[in-house]
């Protein structure tokens, strides 16, 4: 079955660029009925959606976080990736990948990975 | 934007109990919403899409309800591994998720 797994560096430092790759296995990420999403969570927080990409590499960005994020999609490694740019210490969370459906769910996750912001 | 007004915040319940959680949207989303359960530690899990869809796998004791701006998420017989948080998500707009209802333990 499907699965998504995040990796990337879990400390990054204030200013810097945050950067994380989805590796999805089980299947492909080629698939015009899905798109791929990074969704975050602040420690003892809510969820919020970044953005996602397509895999013919459409993005669709979350207006508030635009100016920072770029999502990439690697079709021949069957990845995904986020960039976040000039992060400060409120974008310490839990980042989770997803694959979401044409209803608009996201109905299969990775696990999480934390990334800290350090001063 | 559209914002999502999930309440309770909190509610407390014993199992075998039937738990009702609602969510509002400041505006319709038609029946673009779906409900998801967060355990400590782990990923979110769809339970429900398109306001009324269990996912696969999910058990008949969950069920959703509503369209437009109202939506209803039940669990009709609280089983211990029910004891989560709850969040609703749209996506008529870009997605937006509630702040989440935590079932606990009474």
């Known amino acids: 079955q499907l699965q998504l797994q995040e990796s990337g560096p879990g400390l990054v430092k204030s200013s810097e660029i945050l950067s994380l790759t989805c590796t999805v296995s089980?299947?492909?990420?080629?698939?015009?009925?899905?798109?791929w999403g990074w969704i975050r969570q602040p420690p003892g927080k809510g969820l919020e959606w970044i953005g996602n990409?397509?895999?013919?590499?459409?993005?669709y960005y979350n207006p508030s976080l635009k100016t920072r994020v770029t999502i990439s999609v690697h079709t021949s490694r069957n990845q995904f990736s986020l960039k976040l740019s000039s992060v400060i210490a409120a974008d310490t969370s839990v980042f989770y990948c997803?694959?979401?459906?044409?209803?608009?769910?996201?109905?299969?996750w990775g696990q999480g990975t934390m990334v800290t912001v350090s001063s | 934007e559209i914002v999502l007004t999930q309440s309770p915040a909190t509610l407390s319940l014993s199992p075998g109990e039937r738990a009702t959680l609602s969510c509002r949207a400041s505006?319709?989303?038609?029946?673009?919403l779906a409900w998801y359960q967060q355990k400590p530690g782990q990923a979110p899990r769809l339970l429900i899409y398109?306001?009324?869809n269990r996912a696969t796998g999910i058990p008949a004791r969950f069920s959703g309800s509503g369209s437009g701006t109202d939506f209803t998420l039940t669990i009709s017989s609280l089983e211990p591994e029910d004891f989560a948080v709850y969040y609703c998500?749209?996506?008529?707009?870009?997605?937006?998720f509630g702040q989440g209802t935590k079932v606990e333990i009474k």
């Open positions: 997803a694959r979401q459906g044409a209803d608009g769910s996201f109905d299969i």
């Open positions: 089980g299947g492909s990420i080629i698939s015009s009925d899905y798109s």
């Open positions: 990409v397509s895999y013919s590499g459409n993005t």
């Open positions: 505006q319709s989303v038609r029946e673009f």
């Open positions: 398109g306001a009324s």
């Open positions: 998500q749209q996506r008529y707009d870009w997605p937006t």
